[in-house]
């Protein structure tokens, strides 16, 4: 009996540790996957998931263009068919776009074959509307198992998550965003925010519009830089987080 109870606790620790991999941000046991630099460092990271979006992302590219400041984002394959005007506008105003599945499975579930086919059909749709790009993925939810970040190299994809969270999916305030990400900042931080929503086109982004606005005239303020991933990992190439043991 004491050794099943025993058991029974450690297998359910090892599912709890299992789950809180597969979705947690900053884990690296199923593959390596950018989340950031060496606390510190005067460098952060806007990114945007779940565009493209209307009218919230272009409402965001004038924030973004007011500061001069360049972000990633993260786009479902299925909006992109739906608007590709709105990621050639992200294009043209120079930030980046990445692959974040056709229509936002949570691949934890996925079969290797669908989560091949999510990944592909985002960078058509993607290739059709924009063309070149840059070869950057963010599974939805940071949902992922030990094969799916492999796939995502097979097919040329760099994955990428985040280390500092707005919540800003649950339709809180500006501020409740603004001041969740002011507590996580340390330096060198990859910021997730949403400029759309996964289960419909159009959800209202109106206060990430404004947390970013805030966001970035505050960091700016004390000296910050805010940078693309590619100039986050490029510029910094070895230093970042992507070493962690586990
Ligand atoms: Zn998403």
Same mark, same amino acid.
């Given at each position: 009996?004491?050794?099943?109870?025993?058991?029974?606790?450690?297998?359910?620790?090892?599912?709890?540790?299992?789950?809180?991999?597969?979705?947690?941000?900053?884990? +690296?046991?199923?593959?390596? $996957?950018?989340?950031?630099? %060496?606390? *510190?460092?005067?460098?952060?990271?806007? /990114? =945007?998931?779940?565009?493209?979006?209307?009218?919230?992302?272009?409402?965001?590219?004038?924030?973004?263009?007011?500061?001069?400041?360049?972000?990633?984002?993260?786009?479902?394959?299925?909006?992109?068919? +739906?608007?590709?005007?709105? $990621?050639?506008?992200?294009? %043209?105003? *120079?930030?980046?776009?990445?692959?974040? /599945? =056709?229509?936002?499975?949570?691949?934890i579930f996925a079969s290797?074959?669908?989560?091949?086919?999510?990944?592909?059909?985002?960078?058509?749709?993607?290739?059709?509307?924009?063309?070149?790009?840059?070869?950057?993925?963010?599974?939805?939810?940071?949902?992922?198992?030990?094969?799916?970040?492999?796939?995502?190299?097979?097919?040329?994809?760099?994955?990428?998550?985040?280390?500092?969270?707005?919540?800003?999916?649950?339709?809180?305030?500006?501020?409740?965003?603004?001041?969740?990400?002011?507590?996580?900042?340390?330096?060198?931080?990859?910021?997730?925010?949403?400029?759309?929503?996964?289960?419909?086109?159009?959800?209202?982004?109106?206060?990430?519009?404004?947390?970013?606005?805030?966001?970035?005239?505050?960091?700016?303020?004390?000296?910050?830089?805010?940078?693309?991933?590619?100039?986050?990992?490029?510029?910094?190439a070895g230093s970042n987080?992507?070493?962690v043991a586990c």
């Amino acid at each position: 009996m004491g050794s099943f109870v025993i058991g029974a606790g450690f297998a359910a620790a090892a599912a709890v540790a299992a789950g809180y991999q597969s979705m947690a941000p900053t884990g +690296q046991c199923y593959g390596r $996957a950018f989340t950031g630099l %060496r606390r *510190g460092s005067r460098q952060l990271a806007l /990114t =945007f998931d779940d565009g493209p979006n209307d009218p919230h992302t272009l409402r965001l590219l004038e924030v973004l263009s007011r500061h001069n400041v360049k972000a990633t984002f993260f786009l479902i394959g299925r909006y992109v068919k +739906q608007r590709p005007d709105i $990621a050639r506008e992200l294009v %043209r105003a *120079g930030h980046i776009v990445g692959n974040h /599945t =056709f229509n936002h499975p949570n691949l934890i579930f996925a079969s290797a074959r669908e989560t091949t086919m999510q990944l592909r059909d985002c960078e058509q749709a993607l290739i059709d509307a924009v063309g070149e790009h840059s070869r950057l993925f963010r599974p939805p939810f940071g949902g992922r198992r030990p094969g799916t970040l492999k796939i995502a190299r097979a097919l040329g994809l760099e994955p990428v998550m985040w280390n500092v969270t707005g919540w800003d999916w649950k339709g809180k305030p500006a501020e409740y965003v603004e001041t969740r990400i002011s507590q996580q900042i340390r330096g060198g931080d990859v910021i997730l925010l949403h400029d759309g929503g996964h289960a419909a086109f159009g959800a209202d982004r109106s206060q990430t519009v404004i947390a970013a606005d805030r966001l970035i005239a505050t960091y700016c303020a004390q000296g910050y830089e805010f940078v693309t991933i590619p100039e986050m990992m490029h510029e910094n190439a070895g230093s970042n987080l992507s070493s962690v043991a586990c």
